[in-house]
């Protein structure tokens, strides 16, 4: 049986909670990431940021605020204050069909995946597509 350790993504971009909004943007635009798990200095999972909460955190461009004042305000806007700390979490051992439930019927996006209290990796929709494909180059082989 599959579990979430077989295709959970284990080197994944993390920030501070006490990071900042400009960072998380930037994190996000560098990487092509959706997600950023928020962990402390010893690495316990605190929450996640979503490309969402940001968007939702953003001032908007028809507000008619120049770039450098746009870029100050989210420099000063911490991501714990915009960050979700209420997150559905599984563990490595989690049976992937599980893991795969959650994301479809609870529409989340990624699950990070917690050992002990500190993460250790996150599972997203892409991590499915790349099994999926996986799965059927493998049929096509046969």
Known sequence: ???VKDIMTRDVFTLNKLDNLSAAKDL???ARIR???IVDEDGHFVGLLTHRDILA????ELAGID???????EAGIPIQEIMQTDVVVVGMDEPLKNAARMLLEEKYGCLPVICGDKLCGIITEADFLRLTIDL???VEDE
């Open 136 to 138: 059927m180059e493998a």
């Open 35 to 37: 997600h950023i798990p």
């Open 28 to 30: 996000m635009d560098l």
């Open 57 to 60: 955190a953003t001032i908007s």
């Open 67 to 73: 770039r450098n004042t746009q870029d100050e305000i």
């Open 1 to 3: 049986m599959f579990q």
